[in-house]
Structure formats: C-alpha cells, structure tokens
C-alpha cells in the first residue's frame, strides 16, 4: 500500500493543537478529559442550537497561501483556503469509531473473497451545487479521480496513493467506475482492510472548469488557481466562497448561499455571513493574544503560560475557556540508526534497544509538565490513537522516570562511569550526543535542557543543536549526520496511514529512513505487519496484529514519546455552537456557528 492522498506527513516541531473527548465504547479504554477550574468542556453528545444567518467572525492566519491549486501544493497555508471552499467526500466520527458519509449520501463494501476482490459503491448526494450553479455529478468524481488526483505526470503523489502493493509485490491500481449520474464505485485490486483511506479527499474540484485548462496543457493546469486568481474563479463547493485575499493583510471568506448542508431545520448552513481574517506574522506570537484581549478576534489558542493572564479576567470580559483536552500530536526523542554517517560505536549504542529503554527512564516526563507548561500535558506512552478500535490501552512504555532503573540498564550492556565521571562504553568512548532541532522555541528548549540535566547525573553529555529548517531536513533525510533529535508527529487514527514512518523503506522511517532491505528482525516483522495490517479485515486478526505491533514497538523504542499537551481555546459568550474538542473542529467547521441574537447588530460591523 502507498501513501494516501488526504494525508500529509510534516516533520514539526511546533504542538498539534487538536486532541480528544470522551469515549465510551467496549473496545479500548474510556478517554477523559482532566478538569480544570475555572474551564469549559464539550458534552457528548454533541448537541447544536438552531441559530440565525448573519454576523462576522474575526480570525487570523500566520502562513501565507503560495497558491490556491489543490493538486501541485501540499501546504498547510495552501489548504487554508482550498479546505475551505471545497468539501470531502466521507468524515470519521472518532467516538463511534466508524467512516460516514459526507458528499457521499450512502455507500457499500463488496468483498469477493474467493477471488481477493473488494467493491466500493458510492452514491454522491442529488443536492449539491458547485458555487457557478452547475450540479456535481459522478462526472465530477470520475474525471478529479482519473486526470487530476490518479495522474501521475500531474499529480505523483495522488497517483501513488491509488495503488496497491499485490502478493507479488507489483502494484496495481485502484480504478473507478461510474454507474450513473449519481453513482459510481471504486474497483480494488485486492481486498484491504481500510478502503475509504485510499479514496478519501479534500479537494475534488469541478471538471467543466478544470478539463478546458489541463487539455491544453499540463503545465498551464499546474499553474492554474495561482494567488493572482479572481476570487471568483475558484469555483467550489463547500461552505464559504473566497472574496478577497490581499497578501500580508487579509482573507476574507463569504457564506455559500446553495450550500448544501442545512439544520435540523431546514435552514441552509453556514450561519456566519464572513469569515474575516488577519495576517499575523509568526514571529510575533503575542500579537494574536493582544488582539484577542482587545476584542479584535474571536477565539485564541492557550499556550500553557496565556491561562495565568485569561483565566482569572474571563468572566468579566465575557469569554469562556474551552478545555479540549490531549493533543493528538506529541514530541518525542529518537537516536539515528542509520550506519552510514556516524562512528561503528556509536552506531552500537544507538541500536541496543536496552539504551533506548535507559533514556527513557532518565526522562522525567511530570517535571517537564510542571515546569514548563504549567502542568497543562500528560506524560505519553503509547504508539496507537485511543481512537483506533484496536488500541490496546495496557499497551504501554512501561520505561517512565526511574534513574536508578537507568542506570542499572546502562551498566548491564556495558556503559559505565569512568573517573571523570562520563559514560564510556568498554573501549573508553564518551557516550556524548547533540540533541537536534530547528525551532527556536524558548520553551521547546526549556524541556529540552531539563532532559539534558538529567542526562548528565548518569554522566551522559548533551547539547541542544539548533539548526535551520532545510539543514535539519537535510540532515534526516539526505546526508544522515546526526545523533539525536527531538520532533513531534501528529499520531494518526489508523496505523497504516503512518507508511512512511513505520515501513522501513519509508522516508520518514526517520530513525533509519529508505532501507534497501530491513536493518533488523523487528523492522523486517514490523514491514509484514503493515501488509497484513492493511490487507486483513477480520476482526480477531487485525486484534492479534495490533497487538502485535504495540508489543514491537514498546519493546524496541525506535522513537521515545514524552507527553501530550492539553488544549485550551478562549471563545467569547457571543458565539452559540461553539461545540470544541481536539477532535470535534469548532461549530462542525464553522457551519453551525451563530452569533446570538443580542449581539448579531454589533458583529455586523
């Protein structure tokens, strides 16, 4: 199986800032969120008020669209915009655990099992309008998933996602049918466990607008959607319509009048009239915090520190504090694996598991919370998403804080203190290693620095080696020359959207990326994990699998998570449907928000 075309992998050192609610289902563990005084939490079910059209919200971005074409950028900037005026084809409802229509109105799974075929049959809904008037059709679907997401001289990295790796180990692809004007079916080559991930997505894109262009030529279609577009040229289908980008100053979005969705009602979503957002320049990071306090924006995003100053005026400023719970995302630590840029012994070290489980141990997860994030995270242990119906909650690091169990661990496979009071290995060599990142983050660093103390108690030397973003790339990806270093990813639900991290052929395999042939026994089990993985739908198996794959991988430790941060979001009263977790996007993406009858007149201007 390839990579998918909704996902996009990044390395980042920056917090994922969405996570959880509560869960209540008979696979896993029941997921809450820890209370915090003074905050407000999202009570499931979800429940929406019927609200009124009108009202402006005010936000702001800080990056930059380089281009408006969905097919030829793969940047968050970028879909700001095309995620906002283009709709997706299915939603995963974490909660339930289950895939569910969203431009598909109903769909069916057909499993030929004597021949290893699977069908995947969509009818797409009969009310949806692109922004010029012209009805979306199966039409639509056919010729986005053919010419421009499965063209692989267009789009390589849609095209790649359409495949499928066969027994043999060829690839072949998956092909699309339509079967009238409202539905169609996607033809598998073999049977997978998961086959909405492969044809999910984001950006389909109306084909009266986009055949003319890539007819002519390619390259005009991949220039196509510039920044310099008309607003009024991006013709879309979702829930907002671009009315002005000004580069450096502003984004505004209006209401789709013909948008599909509509209330319990009957009344057409969204409520808000525009969506009105500011440039805000990342290297400002407490311009947004100011704007917010003065009124000028909606809702802000708590780093830890921003809770001592909004808490205690919340009330009085008429904003509520909105506790979302654990990111999805986490930071953690991993050692380069890879032979071919670092020393025999170092090499050694790095691969010992037993080093791993020993670093592991000397990381005091709760002090770096207290101290540097005023106790808003949790310390992690775990390598699949609560969210997964496999995840197997006593699966995990079993290696928390605990430096005498270090240090016996240390001594057992051979690194002692010498007299000087370093860590050597048997041959003398100084168990000494530069902990890399690219960020700048003062408190990024300040966690760092309390896992480098106590590092040096045991008497291994480390620094922080801060580097610029392409270096750093460079450096994991290309040239191989480093030691350690610390990042975040964003856990995904389902394991195998995680090809290029868990495959040892992966190029975001980090600790060893793009493996001719698996390094090790336990790389080589996890590689057939992920095919069984992908290609098993039964039940009691894809159970067994998974726990297989949480056994490997907390044994082995090939990266070392640390915590996940909670989320908080500030929100004033105003707003109605602002129903908010790390897994529930605010007002359902801002379809259902409404600003409340009282102050409708005042947002108006």
Same mark, same amino acid.
């Given at each position: 199986?390839?990579?998918?075309?909704?996902?996009?992998?990044?390395?980042?050192?920056?917090?994922?800032?969405?996570?959880?609610?509560?869960?209540?289902?008979?696979?896993?563990?029941?997921?809450?969120?820890?209370?915090?005084?003074?905050?407000?939490?999202?009570?499931?079910?979800?429940?929406?008020?019927?609200?009124?059209?009108?009202?402006?919200?005010?936000?702001?971005?800080?990056?930059?669209?380089?281009?408006?074409?969905?097919?030829?950028?793969?940047?968050?900037?970028?879909?700001?915009?095309?995620?906002?005026?283009?709709?997706?084809?299915?939603?995963?409802?974490?909660?339930?655990?289950?895939?569910?229509?969203?431009?598909?109105?109903?769909?069916?799974?057909?499993?030929?099992?004597?021949?290893?075929?699977?069908?995947?049959?969509?009818?797409?809904?009969?009310?949806?309008?692109?922004?010029?008037?012209?009805?979306?059709?199966?039409?639509?679907?056919?010729?986005?998933?053919?010419?421009?997401?499965?063209?692989?001289?267009?789009?390589?990295?849609?095209?790649?996602?359409?495949?499928?790796?066969?027994?043999?180990?060829?690839?072949?692809?998956?092909?699309?049918?339509?079967?009238?004007?409202?539905?169609?079916?996607?033809?598998?080559?073999?049977?997978?466990?998961?086959?909405?991930?492969?044809?999910?997505?984001?950006?389909?894109?109306?084909?009266?607008?986009?055949?003319?262009?890539?007819?002519?030529?390619?390259?005009?279609?991949?220039?196509?959607?510039?920044?310099?577009?008309?607003?009024?040229?991006?013709?879309?289908?979702?829930?907002?319509?671009?009315?002005?980008?000004?580069?450096?100053?502003?984004?505004?979005?209006?209401?789709?009048?013909?948008?599909?969705?509509?209330?319990?009602?009957?009344?057409?979503?969204?409520?808000?009239?525009?969506?009105?957002?500011?440039?805000?320049?990342?290297?400002?990071?407490?311009?947004?915090?100011?704007?917010?306090?003065?009124?000028?924006?909606?809702?802000?995003?708590?780093?830890?520190?921003?809770?001592?100053?909004?808490?205690?005026?919340?009330?009085?400023?008429?904003?509520?504090?909105?506790?979302?719970?654990?990111?999805?995302?986490?930071?953690?630590?991993?050692?380069?694996?890879?032979?071919?840029?670092?020393?025999?012994?170092? &090499? @050694?070290?790095?691969? /010992?598991?037993?080093?791993?489980?020993?670093?592991?141990? $000397?990381? %005091?997860?709760?002090? +770096? *919370?207290?101290?540097?994030?005023?106790?808003?995270?949790?310390?992690?242990?775990?390598?699949?998403?609560?969210?997964?119906?496999?995840?197997?909650?006593?699966?995990?690091?079993?290696?928390?804080?605990?430096?005498?169990?270090?240090?016996?661990?240390?001594?057992?496979?051979?690194?002692?203190?010498?007299?000087?009071?370093?860590?050597?290995?048997?041959?003398? &060599? @100084?168990?000494?290693? /530069?902990?890399?990142?690219?960020?700048?983050?003062?408190? $990024?660093? %300040?966690?760092?620095? +309390? *896992?480098?103390?106590?590092?040096?108690?045991?008497?291994?030397?480390?620094?922080?080696?801060?580097?610029?973003?392409?270096?750093?790339?460079?450096?994991?990806?290309?040239?191989?020359?480093?030691?350690?270093?610390?990042?975040?990813?964003?856990?995904?639900?389902?394991?195998?959207?995680?090809?290029?991290?868990?495959?040892?052929?992966?190029?975001?395999?980090?600790?060893?990326?793009?493996?001719?042939?698996?390094?090790?026994?336990?790389?080589?089990?996890?590689?057939?994990?992920?095919?069984?993985?992908?290609?098993?739908?039964?039940?009691?198996?894809?159970?067994?699998?998974?726990?297989?794959?949480?056994?490997?991988?907390?044994?082995?430790?090939?990266?070392?998570?640390?915590?996940?941060?909670?989320?908080?979001?500030?929100?004033?009263?105003?707003?109605?449907?602002?129903?908010?977790?790390?897994?529930?996007?605010?007002?359902?993406?801002?379809?259902?928000?409404?600003?409340?009858?009282?102050?409708?007149?005042?947002?108006?201007?």
């Amino acid at each position: 199986m390839k990579n998918f075309s909704f996902l996009f992998i990044k390395i980042v050192i920056i917090f994922i800032l969405f996570s959880c609610g509560k869960l209540e289902e008979d696979t896993g563990e029941i997921i809450t969120i820890k209370d915090f005084p003074g905050t407000v939490k999202l009570q499931l079910p979800v429940k929406w008020d019927i609200g009124e059209t009108g009202g402006i919200w005010r936000g702001y971005f800080s990056s930059e669209p380089k281009s408006f074409n969905p097919y030829t950028t793969f940047d968050d900037s970028d879909i700001l915009v095309t995620g906002t005026i283009l709709d997706y084809l299915f939603e995963y409802d974490h909660i339930k655990r289950e895939w569910s229509g969203n431009l598909i109105k109903a769909y069916e799974v057909t499993i030929d099992t004597e021949n290893d075929k699977m069908e995947l049959i969509c009818e797409l809904r009969d009310d949806v309008y692109w922004t010029d008037g012209i009805q979306m059709t199966t039409d639509d679907i056919i010729y986005w998933y053919d010419e421009l997401e499965g063209d692989p001289d267009f789009n390589p990295k849609g095209a790649d996602g359409q495949m499928v790796t066969m027994d043999d180990g060829t690839e072949k692809r998956i092909t699309v049918e339509k079967i009238n004007q409202y539905k169609y079916k996607y033809i598998f080559p073999r049977i997978v466990a998961n086959p909405i991930i492969n044809i999910n997505a984001f950006n389909i894109t109306p084909k009266h607008i986009w055949e003319p262009v890539k007819s002519r030529s390619l390259e005009e279609a991949k220039d196509f959607w510039g920044i310099d577009t008309p607003p009024e040229e991006l013709i879309g289908n979702g829930p907002f319509i671009l009315e002005e980008f000004k580069a450096g100053e502003r984004l505004i979005f209006k209401r789709n009048p013909n948008y599909w969705k509509k209330d319990e009602k009957g009344n057409r979503l969204p409520y808000i009239e525009k969506n009105i957002n500011i440039f805000i320049p990342p290297q400002n990071p407490t311009a947004s915090l100011l704007k917010f306090q003065q009124g000028e924006l909606e809702s802000y995003g708590l780093r830890g520190k921003d809770m001592a100053t909004l808490l205690p005026e919340a009330e009085d400023k008429g904003y509520d504090i909105w506790n979302g719970g654990p990111a999805t995302g986490y930071p953690f630590i991993t050692f380069n694996q890879n032979p071919q840029e670092i020393p025999e012994w170092k &090499n @050694k070290i790095y691969k /010992n598991k037993k080093f791993r489980h020993a670093i592991s141990c $000397l990381i %005091d997860r709760k002090t +770096i *919370i207290n101290q540097t994030i005023n106790g808003f995270a949790e310390p992690y242990f775990h390598f699949v998403s609560e969210y997964n119906k496999y995840y197997n909650p006593n699966y995990a690091n079993p290696y928390s804080y605990n430096p005498e169990q270090a240090i016996e661990i240390l001594n057992d496979i051979g690194l002692t203190k010498n007299e000087n009071g370093f860590l050597t290995d048997q041959d003398g &060599n @100084k168990v000494k290693f /530069n902990i890399m990142v690219y960020s700048e983050d003062k408190v $990024l660093h %300040d966690y760092i620095n +309390i *896992i480098i103390s106590d590092l040096e108690k045991v008497g291994i030397q480390s620094t922080i080696e801060v580097v610029d973003i392409n270096l750093y790339i460079q450096k994991v990806l290309t040239t191989f020359d480093w030691d350690c270093t610390l990042y975040v990813f964003n856990n995904p639900v389902f394991t195998e959207q995680w090809y290029n991290v868990w495959k040892s052929t992966g190029n975001l395999h980090i600790w060893y990326p793009f493996q001719e042939t698996p390094a090790t026994d336990w790389e080589a089990r996890i590689d057939e994990l992920y095919e069984e993985l992908v290609f098993t739908y039964e039940e009691d198996e894809v159970k067994r699998l998974y726990d297989e794959f949480q056994q490997i991988m907390l044994d082995q430790l090939p990266f070392i998570p640390i915590f996940r941060k909670y989320q908080f979001t500030a929100v004033y009263k105003k707003w109605g449907n602002f129903n908010w977790d790390t897994i529930h996007s605010a007002g359902d993406d801002s379809r259902r928000l409404y600003i409340k009858k009282e102050f409708l007149d005042q947002s108006s201007h």
